[in-house]
């Protein structure tokens, strides 16, 4: 049988083996009677650390506040015309939101739960959320005087005792206080991106000009604000280089192919 030299004595190569593994229970044994015996003091060092060894758990969604509700604004009253105006053909789920607040106030898995599939539609759906709660709104956001999802734009002059011939434009209200707006341009709402060209054009998006130059309307129109997503070119660009070698082996094949006829 194989020996082993220790420093003091000589211990077959089996009895070593028990001899070991007996000295590492016993140190583990001594290990845990120190850890027992320093917990109450590590208790009293530091009450918050647990001790206890089981496992943690962070439930950080119930630490999160709750989603704000916005306002609606006179371009987008109710949940109908804010799904028409982001597109995508969103509004077919109109029905499933009873109400605004019902809308902004569900989260993704909610969404999944109504029914709102693909999951794209539902993030694209969360983004346009978001950006309307921060303010980034599209074309006629700003609007304040619109009626039955129509706005009236007019240009407007700054009064006689400024001196300049700058136009802009100006959202007006409909019917009878529209004469009496446009005489106090002043305290009518600019919005944005909207522009005079030329004497009494109007331009700016989804502006349709009125008879004999009379200003410009603007009516909700479905995928307003859309976020059109790219399209895919050559496969994309982690596929370009093999469909293009693709095309390319297929051209020449053919190639090869029509001067072979043509030799016959």
């Known amino acids: 049988m194989v020996a082993f030299r220790g420093a003091r004595d000589i211990l077959p190569i089996d009895d070593w083996r028990l001899h070991a593994g007996s ?9 845990n009677m120190r850890a027992d015996q320093l917990r109450p003091y590590l208790r009293r060092l530091a009450p ?37 105006l982001i597109g995508r053909g969103l509004n077919k789920h109109a029905s499933k939101f009873p109400s605004w607040e019902s809308l902004f106030s569900l989260t993704s898995p909610q969404l999944k739960e109504i029914g709102i599939e693909p999951p794209r539609n539902r993030r694209y759906l969360l983004q346009w959320m978001q950006r309307y709660r921060e303010g980034a709104l599209g074309p006629g956001g700003d609007f304040q005087f619109v009626n039955d999802g129509e706005a ?29 707006a446009t005489e106090a341009p002043s305290t009518l709402p600019r919005p944005n991106g909207y522009t005079v060209q030329g004497l009494k054009s109007i331009a700016g998006p989804y502006a349709t000009p009125l008879p004999g130059q009379a200003g410009a309307v603007v009516k909700v129109t479905e995928g307003m604000w859309e976020h059109h997503r790219g399209r895919k070119i050559d496969g994309g660009e982690r596929r370009r280089a093999e469909v293009r070698f693709k095309k390319r082996s297929a051209e020449r094949r053919a190639e090869r192919e029509a001067e072979a006829l043509a030799n016959m």
Not at 152 to 180: F, M, Q, R, W
């Open 48 to 84: 918050s650390i647990n001790l206890s060894g089981a496992s943690q758990t962070r439930c950080l969604h119930k630490t999160r506040p709750p989603p704000t509700i916005p306002q609606p604004r006179p371009f987008v009253p109710d949940v109908q015309t804010f799904l028409t």
């Open 23 to 31: 000295c590492a229970a016993r140190n583990i044994i001594t290990a």
């Open 152 to 180: 009236v734009l007019k240009v407007a002059t700054p009064p006689a005792s400024v001196v300049s011939d700058a136009k802009y434009v100006v959202n007006i209200p409909h019917g009878e206080g529209a004469a009496s």
